[in-house]
């Protein structure tokens, strides 16, 4: 089981950048991807990135895709999403998620909710001027 710890959320102007950091403690980490997900008041929690173990594979929601860059550092097990030129659109309480080892993060896998079973508490993202 893992536990997983996100932080770096605040508010920040649109066009602004924020680095997020998800914090992840488990037996299995180096064989697991992580996603991020979000969820905007009023609707339903979405796919937003997600990094295979070695980090060398990645998937982006389109919405976000090149301006979010996700990355790991397996030593400290500590997982990215560096989000540039952001929108008000993108306000949200961003969460990291844990899938089943077997997961297969790929651009051809959409990134979705019940493929992961453990998540962290969520950090605020608001992108306002």
């Known amino acids: 089981q893992f536990e997983l710890v996100e932080s770096g959320g605040g508010l920040v102007q649109p066009g602004g950048s924020l680095r997020l950091s998800c914090t992840v403690s488990?037996?299995?980490?180096?064989?697991?991807?992580i996603g991020w997900f979000r969820q905007a008041p009023g609707k339903e929690r979405e796919g937003v990135s997600c990094i295979d173990s070695s980090g060398g594979r990645t998937n982006y929601a389109d919405s976000v895709n090149g301006r979010f860059t996700v990355s790991r550092d397996n030593a400290n097990k500590i997982v990215y999403l560096q989000m540039d030129s952001l929108k008000p659109e993108d306000t949200a309480i961003y969460y990291c998620?844990?899938?089943?080892?077997?997961?297969?993060?790929?651009?051809?896998?959409?990134?979705?909710?019940?493929?992961?079973?453990?998540w962290g508490q969520g950090t605020q993202v608001t992108v306002s001027s």
């Open positions: 488990g037996a299995t980490w180096d064989y697991n991807a």
């Open positions: 998620a844990a899938p089943d080892p077997m997961y297969y993060c790929s651009p051809d896998v959409p990134i979705l909710e019940h493929d992961f079973g453990s």
